[in-house]
């Protein structure tokens, strides 16, 4: 996909942690941003075009 511009990280009350990263995609115009999650192989969403 694209390049990634940010790292967010949660832990849930049992302490498992998850990583989500935000991938910029500049292959569309406008370019789009996108959420991939790094352990459960979760398919990215589309969130914003700007």
């Known amino acids: ?3 990634p511009i940010r790292h ?3 832990m849930t009350p049992d302490g498992e942690v998850f ?3 935000m ?3 500049f292959r569309y115009d406008p ?3 996108f959420l991939v999650c790094a352990h459960c192989g979760w398919s990215p969403s ?3 075009m700007e």
């Open 19 to 21: 990583t989500v990263t």
């Open 23 to 25: 991938e910029r995609d």
């Open 46 to 48: 589309l969130l914003t």
């Open 31 to 33: 370019y789009r941003d």
């Open 8 to 10: 967010c990280t949660a």
């Open 1 to 3: 996909m694209g390049a």
